[in-house]
Nanobody, 125 residues
Framework: QVQLVESGGGLVQAGGSLRLSCAAS????????MGWFRQAPGKEREFVAA????????YYADSVKGRFTISRDNAKNTMYLQMNSLKPEDTAVYYC??????????????????WGQGTQVTVSS
């Protein structure tokens, strides 16, 4: 059974930084595209970033490009999201996601096989 466990969320002032982690277990982590999504109150879950199985390809939503960096350590079965220059509009629950094999549309939630439980990120102005 696949488990994805996020950590690293919290409260930060605008302009600050946070680093999220996602620890994975249950199937071969290094075989799968991984990603981060977020969901703010009253809004749909939206794509944030994704990273290929090797780490060579990275994808970002326009809203976070240049501020967030996704990375992974296959030896530790862990993915990260470094978030810098945080804005109040980044406030949301952030979810770790593991994609189906062969996914090409990383922004779609329908391509996700497994989700983590989420971690709250709150950015105060």
């Amino acid at each position: 059974q696949v488990q994805l466990v996020e950590s690293g969320g919290g409260l930060v002032q605008a302009g600050g930084s946070l680093r999220l982690s996602c620890a994975a277990s249950g199937r071969t982590f290094s075989s799968y595209l991984m990603g981060w999504f977020r969901q703010a109150p009253g809004k749909e879950r939206e794509f944030v970033a994704a990273i290929s199985w090797s780490g060579n390809r990275r994808y970002y939503a326009d809203s976070v490009k240049g501020r967030f960096t996704i990375s992974r350590d296959n030896a530790k079965n862990t993915m990260y999201l470094q978030m810098n220059s945080l804005k109040p509009e980044d406030t949301a629950v952030y979810y770790c996601a593991q994609y189906s094999l062969g996914t090409t549309k990383v922004e779609l939630t329908t391509t996700i096989d497994y989700w983590g439980q989420g971690t709250q990120v709150t950015v105060s102005s």
